[in-house]
């Protein structure tokens, strides 16, 4: 496959733009064209990326490394494919399956490479886990492709896989059947009724059995005793169902071989066959009498007439179901039923045999279909059960939830549902591997088994996620199983030699009183455990109405907020800073502001932690750093003296790879001199020291100036104070409100960073007392309501106009 100029146009087609990210890379390794997934994907606009090359995206990735492998790959092959890595222009880490063709020219010369790329994050992010699950389903399909015929279909019926039974059975390729439905084998034999039946049982998510005779491409007819599993999706309804059958066309070809046996040689006939035959009627006791017992799976199992009487006349037998199937038929009914006996299951068939209207004797037929009941004992419990841990799943847990629901409709007995979150096992699994990971899943499945016993079922949900359902508990002892687990769960696991911790965060909900259904109750425990993790983790919370409410407004926030920029509903105040020695303004600190469209004015201290805590603030931390800093040189070209602009930055921020090359790029943008940018950060994001000092010295050699926020609040050491590369400390509000009591503080801040030639910044002045102290001990700054109040744009401009422009 390949592409020449003169047929290609960069937008391609439809389906290619709407469905893949594209790009195209001329032979340097620039990129000379982007469609808008590719952007949407990467955060960068369009003129960000023409002109850049790949590295931009993955820096470890060299452009001349990948241009040298294309050149070799092309030379043979005409397609090269490979799954890459690529950081976004926010550090977001993705997975692309990338699809690279050669562009030729109308002579042939080779100008570009076409690149259409599709996320796949999500499943490489699983990828381990789903492991096991292709063994497991390689074990399994070798088992069913031994044992049985095997047919998968879609939702709506359509064939998506058959083995080679399927095939050799009904005569058509594996390509002939593929994409079709099962009407192409459909004989006429059974009314549509009969099928209609058949799908209302499996897409309510039941599994139908039942006898099917098929036609084959060469115009056999062919009988398959036919079990159909459901699998069940997240939202409940089947996404594909599973056949497994046995041919039974021998058997029912025993079945019409009999009447003509009967009259015949019948026991000659019969001792061939691989089933087994038998016939019984009523003796003169109105006993049932085995008469006849036949096949060569009855000499297998050393089975007589005498030992089928006994199982039939013995009261006491394991087997009532089989005793009340025969006299059934000795009512005249003919039926099929399951039968186990030893370690085999036989699929039994009754014909009764009429003369005047009155049954003479039954005659039976057994099928051996052991290694079929094992495929599907198989197919069901991966169906209702997790592959790794072998706990009941997501099914299995709503079901029996579902039915304990049904049960206790009447009497509202209550029952509860823990749901269990492992605080921090995604950095086990990070530094550790997914191999460690998965064995520590395995371990806590089988202390939390150990720990609810018969009292109970544990099940898991997904990841790191369980749910334990206590039928029989009141709220009180419920609270004892939950502190329990968390105490246990707690104490170390041994994994390959390593001592490993972990905790549960635990969120719980009762029935009825926190919902009457499986899905709210889920949800609601999901809520309290969110609690849980919030109120410090290693801890249970019960679920509350206010709990969900204030659930129900972060995560309102939250999805307002992601579109907050785009709706250009977010925007800065400006709060002056005044020299104390000169009275001027000579700096103003940029604060977020949230004027909501419907809601008015939020809060930041209600959406600045939501943010920081789902990453949002990326994006927007570098809109409020490129919006200061362009208002500030809007300032200067004014014709305003320079002053200086303090920008918070959040601890993602500041941890980002790409925040020293987003702070360069700001100013380059936006013309600003470094001079005039102050990055303020807080003090608690100086603990990790060597990071922090690195980071430090790399704003201070752009020119940048740096401040320590709300200084006095947190714990940062003395010596590691002196070794930061910082220009500026600012004194806590809170010291300055509790003037009176705090005073000693706030002179040793002072005369600290004399002694370190920093100035100081004292933040929440709001009276003359406090500013003339402040004055006396030599504070180089101040901000405050005394002087103004955080002002929108337009007001600051004013501001400074009046100031300058009198």
Same mark, same amino acid.
């Given at each position: 496959?390949?592409?020449?100029?003169?047929?290609?146009?960069?937008?391609?087609?439809?389906?290619?733009?709407?469905?893949?990210?594209?790009?195209?890379?001329?032979?340097?390794?620039?990129?000379?064209? &982007?469609?808008?997934?590719?952007?949407?994907?990467?955060?960068?606009?369009?003129?960000?990326?023409?002109?850049?090359?790949?590295?931009?995206?993955?820096?470890?990735?060299?452009?001349?490394?990948?241009?040298?492998?294309?050149?070799?790959?092309?030379? &043979?092959?005409?397609?090269?494919?490979?799954?890459?890595?690529?950081?976004?222009?926010?550090?977001?880490?993705?997975?692309?399956?990338?699809?690279?063709?050669?562009?030729?020219?109308?002579?042939?010369?080779?100008?570009?490479?076409?690149?259409?790329?599709?996320?796949?994050?999500?499943?490489?992010?699983?990828?381990?886990?789903?492991?096991?699950?292709?063994?497991?389903?390689?074990?399994?399909?070798? #088992?069913?492709?031994?044992?049985?015929?095997?047919?998968? !279909?879609?939702?709506?019926?359509?064939?998506?896989?058959?083995?080679?039974?399927?095939?050799?059975?009904?005569?058509?390729?594996?390509?002939?059947?593929?994409?079709?439905?099962?009407?192409?084998?459909?004989?006429?034999?059974?009314?549509?009724?009969?099928?209609?039946?058949?799908?209302?049982?499996?897409?309510?998510?039941?599994?139908?059995?039942?006898?099917?005779?098929?036609?084959?491409?060469?115009?056999?007819?062919?009988?398959?005793?036919?079990?159909?599993?459901?699998?069940?999706?997240?939202?409940?309804?089947?996404?594909?169902?599973?056949?497994?059958?046995?041919?039974?066309?021998?058997?029912?070809?025993?079945?019409?071989?009999?009447?003509?046996?009967?009259?015949?040689?019948?026991?000659?006939?019969?001792?061939?066959?691989?089933?087994?035959?038998?016939?019984?009627?009523?003796?003169?006791?109105?006993?049932?009498?085995?008469?006849?017992?036949?096949?060569?799976?009855?000499?297998?199992?050393?089975?007589?007439?005498? =030992?089928?009487? /006994?199982?039939?006349?013995?009261?006491?037998?394991?087997?009532?179901?089989?005793?009340?199937?025969?006299?059934?038929?000795?009512?005249?009914?003919?039926?099929?039923?399951?039968?186990?006996?030893?370690?085999?299951?036989?699929?039994?068939?009754?014909?009764?045999?009429?003369?005047?209207?009155?049954? &003479?004797?039954?005659?039976?037929? #057994?099928?051996?279909?052991?290694?079929?009941?094992?495929?599907?004992?198989?197919?069901?419990?991966?169906?209702?059960?997790?592959?790794?841990?072998?706990?009941?799943?997501?099914?299995?847990?709503?079901?029996?939830?579902?039915?304990?629901?049904?049960?206790?409709?009447?009497?509202?007995?209550?029952?509860?549902?823990?749901?269990?979150?492992?605080?921090?096992?995604?950095?086990?699994?990070?530094?550790?591997?997914?191999?460690?990971?998965? /064995?520590?899943?395995?371990?806590?499945?089988?202390?939390?088994?150990?720990?609810?016993?018969? !009292?109970?079922?544990?099940?898991?949900?997904?990841?790191?996620?369980?749910?334990?359902?206590?039928?029989?508990?009141?709220?009180?002892?419920?609270?004892?199983?939950?502190?329990?687990?968390?105490?246990?769960?707690?104490?170390?696991?041994?994994?390959?030699?390593?001592?490993?911790?972990?905790?549960?965060?635990?969120?719980?909900?009762?029935?009825?009183?926190?919902?009457?259904?499986?899905?709210?109750?889920?949800?609601?425990?999901?809520? #309290?455990?969110?609690?849980?993790?919030?109120?410090?983790?290693?801890?249970?919370?019960?679920?509350?109405?206010?709990?969900?409410?204030?659930?129900?407004?972060?995560?309102?926030?939250?999805?307002?907020?992601?579109?907050?920029?785009?709706?250009?509903?977010?925007?800065?105040?400006?709060?002056?800073?005044?020299?104390?020695?000169?009275?001027?303004?000579?700096?103003?600190?940029?604060?977020?502001?949230?004027?909501?469209?419907?809601?008015?004015?939020?809060?930041?201290?209600?959406?600045?932690?939501?943010?920081?805590? =789902?990453?949002?603030?990326?994006?927007?931390?570098?809109?409020?750093?490129?919006?200061?800093?362009?208002?500030?040189?809007?300032?200067?070209?004014?014709?305003?003296?320079?002053?200086?602009?303090?920008?918070?930055?959040?601890?993602?921020?500041?941890?980002?790879?790409?925040?020293?090359?987003?702070?360069?790029?700001?100013?380059?943008?936006?013309?600003?001199?470094?001079?005039?940018?102050?990055?303020?950060?807080?003090?608690?994001?100086?603990?990790?020291?060597?990071?922090?000092?690195?980071?430090?010295?790399?704003?201070?050699?752009?020119?940048?100036?740096?401040?320590?926020?709300?200084?006095?609040?947190?714990?940062? *050491?003395?010596?590691?104070?002196?070794?930061?590369?910082?220009?500026?400390?600012?004194?806590? /509000?809170?010291?300055?409100?509790?003037?009176?009591?705090?005073?000693?503080? &706030?002179?040793?801040?002072?005369?600290?960073?004399?002694?370190?030639?920093?100035?100081?910044?004292?933040?929440?002045?709001?009276?003359?007392?406090?500013?003339?102290?402040?004055?006396?001990?030599?504070?180089?700054?101040?901000?405050?309501?005394?002087? *103004?109040?955080?002002?929108? !744009?337009?007001?600051?401009?004013?501001?400074?106009?009046?100031?300058?422009?009198?």
């Amino acid at each position: 496959m390949s592409f020449h100029t003169s047929t290609f146009n960069p937008s391609l087609s439809t389906l290619f733009e709407e469905s893949f990210c594209l790009s195209l890379i001329d032979l340097h390794g620039r990129l000379t064209y &982007v469609n808008q997934n590719f952007c949407e994907l990467t955060g960068y606009r369009k003129d960000e990326l023409i002109g850049s090359t790949l590295e931009l995206l993955n820096k470890e990735r060299l452009i001349a490394d990948t241009l040298n492998v294309l050149k070799e790959h092309f030379a &043979v092959h005409k397609v090269y494919q490979e799954t890459v890595c690529i950081f976004s222009k926010y550090s977001q880490k993705y997975w692309l399956d990338v699809t690279i063709v050669p562009i030729y020219d109308p002579i042939g010369q080779l100008t570009h490479y076409l690149s259409l790329g599709i996320d796949i994050t999500d499943s490489k992010l699983v990828s381990h886990e789903f492991a096991k699950t292709r063994n497991d389903l390689h074990n399994f399909k070798y #088992a069913l492709d031994e044992a049985a015929v095997v047919a998968i !279909c879609n939702a709506q019926g359509v064939i998506t896989y058959v083995n080679d039974q399927f095939c050799q059975l009904s005569k058509y390729s594996r390509d002939e059947l593929i994409g079709n439905t099962h009407r192409v084998v459909n004989s006429g034999t059974h009314p549509i009724s009969f099928f209609k039946e058949m799908w209302r049982t499996i897409s309510s998510g039941r599994v139908w059995r039942g006898n099917i005779r098929n036609l084959s491409k060469l115009g056999d007819y062919y009988w398959v005793n036919t079990t159909i599993v459901p699998f069940i999706g997240l939202d409940g309804e089947p996404f594909q169902y599973i056949a497994i059958r046995q041919d039974v066309t021998s058997h029912k070809a025993a079945e019409s071989s009999l009447e003509i046996a009967l009259k015949n040689d019948f026991n000659t006939t019969v001792k061939n066959l691989q089933n087994a035959i038998f016939k019984y009627s009523f003796d003169e006791n109105k006993n049932i009498n085995i008469t006849l017992l036949e096949g060569k799976i009855v000499k297998k199992l050393g089975m007589t007439t005498d =030992t089928l009487n /006994q199982l039939a006349f013995n009261e006491d037998s394991d087997l009532p179901n089989f005793k009340r199937q025969l006299l059934e038929g000795l009512l005249g009914r003919s039926s099929q039923f399951e039968f186990e006996y030893m370690s085999y299951t036989f699929l039994v068939y009754l014909s009764p045999i009429l003369e005047e209207r009155r049954v &003479v004797e039954v005659v039976g037929t #057994a099928i051996d279909i052991s290694d079929r009941k094992k495929a599907e004992k198989l197919v069901e419990h991966m169906a209702f059960h997790d592959h790794l841990t072998g706990l009941p799943n997501r099914r299995l847990l709503k079901q029996t939830v579902e039915d304990l629901i049904d049960k206790r409709a009447k009497s509202n007995d209550p029952f509860a549902l823990l749901f269990i979150d492992l605080d921090r096992f995604k950095n086990i699994n990070d530094s550790m591997g997914h191999y460690v990971g998965d /064995q520590l899943l395995k371990a806590v499945g089988e202390r939390l088994k150990l720990l609810v016993r018969q !009292c109970g079922l544990v099940a898991r949900l997904s990841g790191d996620e369980f749910i334990i359902l206590c039928t029989s508990t009141t709220k009180v002892g419920v609270q004892l199983i939950a502190k329990r687990i968390v105490e246990e769960v707690s104490k170390s696991f041994l994994i390959n030699n390593l001592e490993i911790f972990i905790a549960p965060s635990i969120g719980i909900s009762m029935f009825p009183e926190d919902g009457k259904d499986y899905d709210t109750l889920i949800r609601n425990a999901d809520s #309290a455990m969110y609690l849980a993790k919030q109120s410090g983790k290693s801890t249970y919370q019960f679920f509350t109405v206010e709990l969900y409410n204030d659930l129900m407004e972060r995560t309102l926030i939250e999805m307002e907020l992601r579109q907050a920029l785009t709706k250009e509903e977010l925007t800065l105040h400006y709060q002056p800073q005044l020299n104390f020695e000169t009275g001027e303004i000579n700096g103003v600190e940029a604060l977020l502001r949230w004027d909501h469209s419907s809601r008015g004015m939020i809060s930041p201290g209600k959406f600045i932690p939501i943010a920081e805590e =789902t990453g949002i603030i990326l994006p927007i931390g570098l809109w409020v750093l490129e919006t200061a800093c362009k208002k500030a040189k809007e300032w200067q070209d004014f014709g305003y003296p320079p002053i200086q602009m303090s920008v918070n930055v959040s601890l993602r921020q500041f941890k980002s790879p790409t925040f020293i090359s987003d702070l360069k790029n700001t100013l380059l943008k936006t013309g600003l001199q470094p001079q005039y940018l102050n990055i303020e950060i807080t003090e608690s994001m100086t603990s990790d020291v060597d990071y922090c000092q690195r980071i430090l010295q790399e704003i201070r050699e752009i020119g940048v100036n740096t401040s320590i926020d709300d200084f006095g609040t947190g714990y940062s *050491s003395l010596n590691h104070l002196s070794k930061f590369p910082i220009t500026h400390l600012k004194i806590d /509000q809170s010291f300055i409100r509790e003037l009176s009591t705090n005073s000693v503080i &706030v002179k040793a801040i002072i005369d600290l960073a004399k002694n370190l030639h920093l100035r100081v910044i004292a933040e929440g002045v709001e009276t003359e007392e406090q500013a003339e102290f402040l004055k006396a001990l030599k504070c180089d700054e101040a901000q405050g309501f005394l002087y *103004s109040r955080p002002l929108p !744009c337009h007001e600051i401009t004013n501001l400074l106009k009046s100031i300058y422009y009198k």
